[in-house]
């Protein structure tokens, strides 16, 4: 059975990545693959990241990647500027799928 793959995204407000969640749900939906992918605004994300398995953090909040890290074990990468930029959510969860290892 394939595990379910759990990507948090964080943002600001949790606003500007919410289309990237879907563009990214529907990624994942069409490899047939089971994902959870959510959004949050950074007051959040530190309470929330221990639920996820990966953690991307908006290009905006790029200067919260170390105290991210620091604050958990899970892999935390900023999400690639073009992926983020053209909501490209393909090349995103990718990006989060490669960080799971």
Request: with cysteine.
């Amino acid at each position: 059975m394939v595990e379910m793959k759990k990507i948090m995204l964080a943002c600001s407000s949790g606003m500007s990545t919410s289309i990237l969640v879907t563009k990214m749900q529907e990624h994942a939906q069409s490899l047939g693959e089971e994902a959870t992918i959510w959004a949050v605004g950074q007051d959040q994300a530190l309470k929330e990241m221990d639920g996820a398995d990966v953690v991307l953090i908006g290009p905006q909040m790029r200067f919260l990647l170390s105290k991210f890290q620091q604050a958990t074990d899970k892999p935390v990468e900023v999400i690639d500027m073009m992926a983020y930029g053209m909501a490209d959510g393909k090349a995103a969860y990718e990006q989060a799928v490669k960080l799971m290892g």
